[in-house]
């Protein structure tokens, strides 16, 4: 008698209901985990840069020599180089924000959000406010959008501010130079730097 008037009880407290293995069901359910992964991989597939263009006749590879093409996604870590004839441009859903690695060039691509590039030879052309480039002696950021080109030449470094305005940070000192547009910042491969204007240098690089 105590028996079943302990069981009244719980299922008075209860409100009458039984319990049942739904949720547990639902966890091991094969439909639930790809739900669950696929919530935790959407950020990285939505900042994940695209390859808009590949223009000129040659390509873009990436790690491992893998050819590129319109449409395919990179995340952080893969590297782009590309060849003599071709320009590469990349590009991020919901963002009007551009990066062109233009012919000859080879750049690692660090961070999606914000916009991260290790450029290692060659040029890349940036768009987007923001975005930061890590040469061997500096470290360009720019702070609005605008058109910017950076360039390892002749064992030099060169930041060219076309339009916008950037903020290089050089050498183990971090020296800070701020540059406008129409700027250029040139480093040499002693650690010597030389700011001066950009507009007639655009049309011979």
Request: glycine residues 10%; positive net charge.
């Amino acid at each position: 008698m105590e028996r079943e008037r302990e069981k009244e009880g719980e299922s008075k407290r209860s409100g009458g209901r039984k319990r049942t293995p739904s949720r547990a069901r639902a966890l091991r359910s094969p439909r639930f985990w790809p739900g669950i992964l696929a919530l935790v991989l959407a950020p990285s597939a939505l900042f994940a840069a695209q390859v808009i263009s590949i223009e000129g006749v040659g390509m873009a590879t990436s790690n491992y020599a893998v050819q590129l093409t319109p449409g395919d996604s990179l995340e952080a870590g893969r590297t782009i180089r590309t060849n003599h004839f071709a320009t590469c441009t990349l590009g991020w859903s919901g963002n009007p924000d551009k990066v062109s690695l233009e012919p000859d060039s080879n750049a690692e691509l660090v961070g999606d959000n914000p916009i991260r590039f290790r450029l290692e030879s060659g040029k890349i052309r940036l768009s987007g406010k923001d975005v930061e480039v890590v040469t061997k002696q500096a470290t360009t950021t720019t702070r609005q959008a605008g058109n910017y080109l950076i360039s390892l030449k002749d064992r030099k470094e060169i930041v060219d501010v076309l339009v916008g305005e950037a903020a290089v940070v050089v050498g183990a000192n971090k020296e800070q130079y701020a540059l406008r547009g129409g700027e250029e910042l040139e480093i040499g491969a002693d650690g010597s730097v030389k700011k001066g204007p950009v507009a007639a240098k655009e049309d011979g690089k």
